[in-house]
């Protein structure tokens, strides 16, 4: 913004109160002002946002800090601070730990004391950094009216609203309805039950688009009332999970995946079996040692066969060949496991089949081992979708004449979004509190900017009940406020989120001094002593054996799908529901499984695409009676014939400049009677074509490449069973015997540390979180969907997946892969300008200044992981944004070559602290970003010098091996083969 | 414009007579009027000034796309991890082998006695020259930050940073550089006697001062002769090893390089084919039109297009040698990844590339088998074109199939050039032809006083020398007969 453009400091500053005198100067620049399409308006956003980026950049939370006339004690201008928070997502928290140079949060991790993360994070959790900095948040309250929007501000706002909800106070609240996401906020179910004093007569529905509702119907048949089955895979030696996705999709997901992990090392020479049996491939049944790809249809049956083979009951012949034989071994090894198993369903599984999982854990003696289950956050909940149904015809019937919306954005997530927006515009008083001016906002009267989770005061439970405070890492930045102050206006009994979030935990704190609990709390992240979620105890199992055999004496065979193709919906690896879908980070992520960004694609198997004729890219439609969708399709190996997949939270038509407009809204076919499962729909190629930006795989194969790299694979990601560990232990290295010759000298390796890193490909689920760590951390640029197209995504840590074997039952392997390290390294004995050298404890080390990019480095780098910045990549990055570039990396101009570097500047921070302190580097000091994150702890960093480090005893294991060690490259990268476990009596089908 | 002479075939191997190499029964003082008067004359035919004009045209298009390319960076070229290379390096590759002939006619055929030479060196190494300047500005702008391409050069600097040694792509700096310094040199030295005579010859001030200046004072005395005879020698030893090393170094920048199809030690003395190879195509595929052109068929005989034909049909067979032994290799090697470069090279998704390689540079050249392919000047040219796209393709079948499969099959790629890229390559040709068209215009695109030298009149048949092209002082005759009105 230059200075000709300024005409008083407010303008800059861009307050609300000059906002509003623009408004009542220039009525009409105001709109524009508002109107994201024209491009006045982005320039003038996007200045504001430059404005607003000085000034928030020294903001601090009011109540608590001082001004630095008198600094606070002990703090260091510029060294990074760490404060606890928690994330709540659709109900759940998890615990995390925010980095923050100088008031301004640039990292996002996971809290190691809580007992979900335990330091881990999800690559959610970490994107909401790019969130909380997204210039498309909304700024400011808005009014919509008549199809025209006005700006206006909280007083306006509190101005209508306060004698509006005196008014509906008096009457009782009738015909107040609040429509709101689902939670776990103690304090936000504190204001609710005060919200239900204060307005008797008003309703409270709750919608979630990606929810747990047949599970919590189950546990209601059950317990009485819902709970959360605590799952414990570090005590289960058998899993069998039907269309479930604990590793991934699910609320304790990181938790899982660290304790499924821990059985898969071969640790004493046993390992856990997971078995698997679903219609899409998930990251679960990726990892599974056994896997059906089933329809829906046959998944179904395979629990009933499980379930009467481990019940004892009749059940009559299969109806699915596939389900049969899987059932029938899983019962074995179920059997075989009793007490040390577990079985789950997942959410898309209707009622009776969680009823059966319930039944087959209390029979195999699961219950109190392996599974045990808490109280839910709000037991009286119903279901969601009868939640949005029948507010859909509350609405519609004029019951509701004042709606508040708390999140979410039901009118593009409900099923039938289109009822649900046309039902919510009727609505006289419609009030949204939303992070953006998204589709919902667009239908509602009054628009609330709402306070971003990293940047408000407010309480999240985790799954197993942990009571988590979140607090503000920055102060808001475009003065939006939370759910909980909101409500508590509403209530009559307006106070700051800090207060809420204190009073609802002093409430629950233990007897004794609130103030240093409260402040533990903060400091750790988690309410010591608070068990915000009783445990629940079971029924006897008589009962429950009852119910299930109750079930299956009545199961009445699901009629045949009435044409082929049965539609599976999914929420998205990447966006979730669609919320994330304005998140660059996220959007450029690749797929897990189809390695696909910035899009979503209608799934299909090889054999269904093969009969319908489809191929990868081809724009197919999907009809399921009056509904049809245009997607591009992806042809999935391991899917379950005749299904088509289809992710959901594409297609945003409000989503803000990143998300808007990318992919295909697959809820344009979700309608209440098929939340997940939708039977007979028709899919039909169009006979146009759409690019898919795949990181991997990027254009159909021929035969020759498709042959050479079922060759390689082998080789790249050494795999064997247990059994075959057990009966020759050196089986992995003898792949490696081979004569090596000597070209160059290594570099002398002469520093006092030598790093190196370890990464156990039977432990990695594929799930992205390092690829986000990494990004997070070292500035890595976003660089939109057709740089992708192009191969030029710019991840220094990426997932490779493998699969091998049948397309119809592949094997899938993962494997990250970043800098290797080389100690003799193909890249430094290129580079013409020396801009690539090797530092004395091992690093290969790329020197951003002295690089003039001519990108030989990479042509001769064999593992292909060095990344070229072929144009500006930062120089559109909006200035909100820029604040979370991390200040200790280097941001990386046009015409650079750039790569992983082991996260130099974590190295260099801990070897300095060690030298002030003047004591040694303890073996897991140093953590780079990705092994830091990872939730299975598959990566391991050390150093070699250290004999006893235990990257130095993992780079002698068995199974240790370097990717093409042939070539004689030494990498300080090392990987630990994948072990798999299946049953010695299930031949590979 | 010339009315096609009968000239007698000069190609007939007759035993005991050595074959004319200058036809038409001319003698010095017409071979210096056929060739000053190309230059001299005021205006030259229209299709000069239309072939000009279009490749002045494609100049600025060169140019237009470099300031593109410096302003928004490389993206606008179609690379990316893995194919990190793609036009830029082919170009560079394609532009240095072309250089190749004229340094081989002039240097090494000149101490193999081949005095057939006389009539094309002048021509062929002004080719040299512009094809080693288009070729260097390749790398200068393949680089991501073009503006620290001075940083390949070893000067003494404050921060004490020298490059890296080790790499070939240094080596090629200065392999490059050398070459066209070289080059440079032995053109220009070439040239004094005849740049003296267009400055004896001139009839305007400006063309005096010019070629005054350019000419470096030079009066044909016996000392003049003997000094330039003795450095035109060592020169020509001097370049005659830069012909072979400077296309085994700019080979280097794969061979040296560890990736299957790169990684290679028959590269070196495949690349040095095959830039003879192309070279010669090149020559072939100018001259001819050339000299019909200019109506210089008296000159550059069919014998001299056949002898190049011969030559270009040696290389290629070297060259397809070459092909032969890389697949022997890798089947030999027992190396995978080799043998599925290869196998990818042939079945690939670029497989079409490298069909256009085999047909242009395997099939083709083997025309030159027939004595009518070799002494017909239209099939010549067919052919040496088809040679010129076949060696193109080589070097991006080359660096493109081996790129965009290496060893990790989770980084296969595709590369697909841009228009700015075709732009380039186009730009490069047309930068190429403007120069060329200047130097055809305003220099001596045959060294007289060396055609001469091959002529019965010179009396070298006899001399001492045996008639292989060497004058050691003055031309007997030479001065004999001049034309009317023509200065001393």
């Given at each position: ?5 300024w ?12 906002r509003?005198?623009?408004e009542?100067e ?7 002002l ?13 200045g504001?946002?430059l404005?607003?980026?000085g000034l928030?950049?020294c903001?601090?939370?009011?109540e ?8 606070p004690?002990?703090r260091?201008p510029g ?8 994330m709540?997502?659709g109900?759940?928290a998890?615990?995390l730990?925010?980095?923050s140079?100088?008031g ?9 004391l809580?007992?979900i ?8 959790a ?5 969130e909380?900095y ?7 309250v ?10 206006s ?13 005196a008014?509906?106070?008096?009457r009782?609240?009738a ?9 776990s906020?103690?304090s936000?179910?504190?204001l609710?039950?005060?919200f239900a ?6 309703r ?5 688009p ?10 209601r ?6 709970c959360?089955?605590q799952?414990?895979?570090d ?6 999970c039907?269309?479930a ?7 304790a ?7 499924f992990?821990s ?5 004493g ?11 899409v491939?998930?990251?679960t ?8 790809a ?27 060949a ?8 899983a019962?074995?090894?179920l059997?075989a496991?009793r007490g040390?198993c577990?079985?789950?369903a997942g959410p ?5 089949i969680h ?8 029979a ?15 037991p009286?909940?119903?279901?969601h ?6 507010f859909?015809?509350a ?10 919306v708390?999140g979410g954005?039901?009118a593009?997530t409900a099923p039938?979004?289109?009822g ?5 515009a009727?609505?006289?008083?419609s009030?949204?509190l939303?992070l953006?001016?998204?589709e919902?906002?667009r239908?509602?009267g009054w ?10 005061w407010?309480?999240?439970l ?9 607090q503000?890492?920055i ?5 939006g406020?939370t ?18 979030a ?9 007897a004794?001094?609130f ?5 533990r709390?903060l ?7 608070v068990?915000?979620l009783?445990a629940?105890?079971?029924p006897a199992?008589g009962?429950?054996r009852?119910?299930a055999?109750?079930a ?10 009435a044409s082929?193709?049965t ?6 690896a990447?966006?979730h529901?669609g ?5 660059a ?7 897990p ?17 093969d009969?319908?004729g ?14 049809a969708?245009e997607?591009?399709?992806y ?11 289809l ?17 295909f809204?697959a809820?344009a076919?979700r309608?209440?009677d098929?939340?997940?499962f939708a039977?007979?729909v028709t899919?039909e ?6 690019g898919?930006a795949?990181t991997q795989?990027h ?11 079922g ?5 790249l990601v050494?795999e064997?069973?247990?059994?075959e560990?057990?009966?020759d232990?050196?089986f992995v290295?003898k792949?490696d015997e081979r004569p090596?010759l000597?070209?160059?000298e290594?570099?002398k390796l ?6 190196a890193m370890?990464?156990?490909l039977?432990?990695c689920i ?9 990004q997070?951390?070292?500035?890595i640029a976003v ?7 192009r ?9 490779d997946r493998?699969f091998?074997g ?8 993962f494997q990250p ?7 003799n ?5 290129v580079c013409?300008?020396?801009a ?7 690093l290969?080390?790329?020197?951003y200044?002295r ?5 030989y ?19 559109n ?7 979370a570039?991390?200040?200790?990396v ?12 082991f ?6 921070a801990?070897?300095i602290?060690?030298?002030?302190d ?6 897991g000091d140093?953590v780079?970003?990705?092994a ?9 960093f050390?150093d ?10 993992l ?9 093409l060690g042939e070539l004689n490259?030494?990498?300080?990268t090392?990987?630990l ?6 049953s010695?009596?299930v031949?590979?089908? | 414009m ?10 007939i191997?007759a ?14 003082a ?7 008067s190309i ?8 299709a000069?000034y ?10 600025a298009l060169?140019v ?30 394609f532009?240095?082998?072309?250089g190749?002939a ?11 006695r ?6 094309i060196n002048?021509?062929?190494e ?10 260097g500005i390749?790398?200068?702008?393949h680089t ?9 050069f070893?000067?003494?600097?404050q921060m ?6 080790r790499?070939p792509?240094l ?8 070459y ?11 040239m004094?006697p005849d740049?003296a005579?267009?400055r ?8 005096r001062?010019?070629y ?5 004072g030079?009066?044909g005395s016996?000392?003049h ?5 003795r450095?035109y020698?060592?020169?020509a030893?001097?370049a ?7 296309h085994?170094v ?20 495949y690349?040095?084919?095959g ?12 001259l ?8 210089l068929?008296?000159i550059i ?6 002898n ?7 290389t ?12 022997f290799?890798a ?5 995978p990844l ?16 490298f ?15 027939f004595k009518?392919?070799?002494t017909?000047p239209?099939t010549?040219?067919g052919v040496?074109v088809l040679?010129?796209v076949?060696?193109?393709f080589e070097?991006?079948?080359?660096i493109v ?15 697909r050039p841009?228009?700015?890229e075709l732009g380039?390559?186009?730009g490069s ?9 200047l130097?055809?215009?305003?220099g ?6 060396e ?7 010179a009396?070298l048949?006899?001399?001492?020398h ?19 009105g023509a200065?001393?």
């Amino acid at each position: 913004m230059g200075k000709e453009y300024w005409r008083s400091l407010d303008e800059l500053a861009d307050t609300p109160e000059f906002r509003s005198l623009v408004e009542k100067e220039f009525p009409g620049l105001a709109e524009e002002l508002l109107s994201p399409q024209t491009r006045r308006a982005f320039l003038k956003v996007m200045g504001a946002s430059l404005g607003v980026a000085g000034l928030a950049a020294c903001r601090w939370p009011k109540e608590t800090i001082l001004p630095f006339a008198r600094g606070p004690e002990g703090r260091i201008p510029g060294a990074p601070q760490q404060f606890a928070t928690a994330m709540d997502l659709g109900g759940a928290a998890i615990g995390l730990l925010v980095t923050s140079f100088d008031g301004r949060p640039v990292k996002v991790e996971g809290n190691p004391l809580h007992p979900i993360s335990r330091g881990a994070a999800t690559a959610f959790a970490q994107a909401s950094i790019l969130e909380l900095y997204d210039p498309d948040r909304s700024k400011q309250v808005l009014r919509r009216e008549g199809g025209q929007v006005f700006a206006s501000s909280w007083d306006e706002f509190a101005a209508f609203a306060g004698p509006h909800f005196a008014e509906l106070r008096a009457r009782k609240g009738a015909g107040l309805a609040v429509l709101s996401e689902g939670s776990s906020s103690p304090s936000l179910t504190r204001l609710r039950t005060r919200f239900a004093e204060v307005f008797p007569q008003a309703r409270w529905f709750e919608w979630e688009p990606v929810e747990r509702d047949n599970e919590r119907e189950a546990e209601r048949e059950i317990f009485g009332a819902p709970c959360h089955p605590q799952l414990r895979f570090d005590k289960a030696d058998v899993v069998v999970c039907l269309d479930a996705d604990p590793l991934f999709d699910h609320p304790a997901a990181v938790a899982h995946a660290r304790d499924f992990a821990s059985r898969r090392r071969a640790e004493g020479g046993t390992m856990n079996r997971l078995w698997c049996a679903e219609s899409v491939l998930s990251l679960t049944g990726a990892a599974a040692d056994h896997r059906a790809a089933l329809t829906p249809h046959g998944v179904e049956e395979a629990a009933r066969l499980l379930a009467s083979a481990v019940l004892g009951v009749e059940a009559g012949a299969p109806q699915d060949a596939a389900a049969g034989r899987f059932a029938a071994a899983a019962a074995r090894d179920l059997h075989a496991a009793r007490g040390r198993c577990l079985v789950l369903a997942g959410p898309r599984q209707p009622v009776r089949i969680h009823l059966l999982a319930h039944a087959l854990n209390a029979a195999l003696g699961a219950e109190g081992t392996t599974v045990s289950y808490v109280e839910d956050i709000d037991p009286s909940r119903g279901p969601h979708l009868g939640g949005i149904l029948q507010f859909s015809v509350a609405a519609d019937r004029g019951e509701i004449r004042t709606l508040v919306v708390l999140g979410g954005n039901p009118a593009y997530t409900a099923p039938g979004a289109e009822g649900v927006s046309a039902a919510i515009a009727k609505i006289p008083v419609s009030v949204r509190l939303g992070l953006f001016d998204d589709e919902t906002s667009r239908v509602c009267g009054w628009h609330l900017p709402r306070a971003h989770s990293l940047e408000s005061w407010g309480d999240a439970l985790a799954w197993d009940g942990t009571w988590s405070v979140q607090q503000p890492l920055i102060d808001a930045m475009y003065d939006g406020r939370t759910p909980a102050e909101l409500i508590a206006v509403f209530v009559g009994e307006a106070a700051s989120a800090h207060e809420i979030a204190r009073e609802t935990l002093k409430a629950a704190a233990p007897a004794g001094g609130f103030e240093a609990f409260w402040r533990r709390t903060l400091h750790d992240g988690v309410a010591a002593g608070v068990a915000a979620l009783p445990a629940a105890t079971p029924p006897a199992g008589g009962r429950l054996r009852a119910l299930a055999e109750a079930a299956l004496a009545e199961w009445e065979q699901p009629s045949a799908p009435a044409s082929g193709i049965t539609a599976v919906f999914v929420p998205d690896a990447r966006v979730h529901d669609g919320r994330f879908a304005n998140n660059a980070w996220l959007q450029e992520m690749p797929d897990p499984l189809t390695k696909i960004t910035w899009d979503n694609a209608a799934l299909l198997s090889p054999k269904t695409a093969d009969s319908l004729g489809v191929r990868h890219g081809d724009v197919v439609r999907v009809k399921r009676g009056e509904r049809a969708l245009e997607i591009v399709a992806y042809v999935m190996p391991g899917q379950a014939d005749d299904t088509v997949v289809l992710p959901l939270g594409y297609g945003r038509t409000a989503a803000g400049k990143v998300g808007t407009g990318v992919g295909f809204n697959a809820y344009a076919l979700r309608t209440p009677d098929a939340l997940y499962f939708a039977g007979g729909v028709t899919v039909e190629k169009t006979g146009r074509t759409h690019g898919l930006a795949c990181t991997q795989d990027h254009q159909a194969i021929d035969k020759v490449g498709y042959e050479a790299r079922g060759q390689r694979i082998a080789d790249l990601v050494r795999e064997g069973t247990l059994a075959e560990l057990v009966a020759d232990p050196e089986f992995v290295r003898k792949k490696d015997e081979r004569p090596v010759l000597p070209v160059f000298e290594s570099p002398k390796l002469i520093g006092e540390h030598q790093w190196a890193m370890s990464i156990d490909l039977s432990a990695c689920i594929g799930c992205n979180a390092c690829t986000i760590a990494c990004q997070a951390e070292n500035n890595i640029a976003v660089v939109g969907k057709e740089q992708v197209l192009r191969g030029r995504e710019m991840h220094w840590i990426r997932v490779d997946r493998y699969f091998s074997g049948k397309p119809e039952t592949p094997k899938v392997a993962f494997q990250p892969m970043a800098c290797q390290h080389c100690e003799n390294a193909p890249c430094e004995q290129v580079c013409p300008v020396a801009a690539t050298i090797h530092s004395d404890e091992g690093l290969n080390e790329q020197v951003y200044n002295r690089c003039v990019g001519t990108r030989y480095c990479s042509n001769n780098c064999p593992y292909k992981v060095r990344r070229f910045n072929f144009f500006n990549y930062v120089k559109n990055v909006p200035e909100t944004e820029k604040m979370a570039f991390n200040p200790e990396v280097t941001v990386r101009g046009r015409g650079v070559m750039e790569k992983c570097s082991f996260c130099v500047q974590r190295i260099e921070a801990v070897k300095i602290a060690a030298k002030n302190d003047r004591r040694p580097i303890k073996d897991g000091d140093v953590v780079p970003a990705c092994a830091q994150t990872c939730p299975t702890q598959a990566i391991v960093f050390g150093d070699l010098k250290d004999a006893a480090s235990r990257v130095s005893k993992l780079r002698e294991d068995r199974r240790s091996y370097p990717v093409l060690g042939e070539l004689n490259t030494k990498p300080r990268t090392t990987y630990l083969a994948k072990l798999r476990n299946p049953s010695s009596k299930v031949e590979e089908g | 414009m010339s009315t096609v002479p009968i000239l007698p075939d000069n190609t007939i191997e007759a035993p005991g007579a050595r074959a004319p190499l200058v036809l038409g029964g001319n003698d010095f003082a017409s071979v210096t009027d056929k060739v000053c008067s190309i230059v001299e004359r005021p205006r030259l035919p229209r299709a000069w000034y239309v072939a000009f004009t279009i490749s002045c045209a494609l100049t600025a298009l060169l140019v237009a796309m470099v300031g593109y390319l410096f302003l928004a960076g490389i993206g606008v070229w179609g690379l990316n991890i893995p194919v990190g290379w793609g036009f830029d390096i082919t170009n560079f590759v394609f532009w240095v082998g072309i250089g190749h002939a004229g340094t081989l006619i002039s240097a090494i055929l000149f101490l193999f006695r081949q005095k057939w030479r006389t009539g094309i060196n002048r021509f062929a190494e002004a080719m040299t020259i512009f094809a080693v300047i288009c070729a260097g500005i390749f790398p200068a702008i393949h680089t991501g930050r073009p503006w620290f391409d001075y940083w390949l050069f070893p000067y003494p600097n404050q921060m004490s940073v020298w490059p890296n040694f080790r790499s070939p792509l240094l080596w090629d700096v200065f392999a490059v550089s050398t070459y066209f310094t070289v080059s440079l040199m032995f053109w220009f030295t070439g040239m004094l006697p005849d740049l003296a005579t267009l400055r004896d010859r001139a009839t305007t001030r400006g063309r005096r001062i010019v070629y005054g200046i350019l000419s470096l004072g030079w009066r044909g005395s016996g000392r003049h002769w003997h000094r330039y005879e003795r450095v035109y020698l060592l020169l020509a030893a001097l370049a005659a090893p830069l012909v072979l090393s400077v296309h085994s170094v700019v080979s280097f920048d794969f061979a040296v390089a560890q990736l299957p199809g790169w990684h290679s030690t028959i590269f070196p003395p495949y690349f040095v084919a095959g830039a003879i190879f192309s070279g010669f195509a090149m020559v072939i595929t100018l001259l001819v039109p050339v000299r019909a052109f200019f109506g210089l068929e008296e000159i550059i005989t069919t014998r001299h297009l056949e002898n190049m034909a011969k030559i270009t049909l040696a290389t290629g067979l070297m060259v397809a040698y070459s092909y032969g032994v890389e697949f022997f290799m890798a089947w030999y090697s027992g190396n995978p990844l080799e043998q599925f470069v290869l196998a990818n090279r042939a079945m690939g998704p670029y497989a079409w590339a490298f069909w256009i390689m085999m047909c242009c540079n395997v099939a083709a050249p083997q025309a030159f088998w027939f004595k009518k392919v070799r002494t017909t000047p239209w099939t010549l040219v067919g052919v040496s074109v088809l040679i010129n796209v076949g060696m193109w393709f080589e070097r991006f079948v080359i660096i493109v199939t081996s790129l965009h499969r290496g060893a990790l099959p989770s980084s296969w790629g595709y590369y697909r050039p841009t228009w700015v890229e075709l732009g380039t390559l186009a730009g490069s040709f047309g930068l190429f032809m403007t120069l060329f068209l200047l130097f055809l215009r305003y220099g001596p695109m045959i060294a007289m006083a060396e055609v001469k030298s091959v002529m019965p009149a010179a009396g070298l048949e006899h001399g001492p020398h045996h008639g292989h092209g060497q004058y050691w002082g003055e031309i007997p005759h030479q001065h004999d007969r001049r034309r009317e009105g023509a200065r001393p």
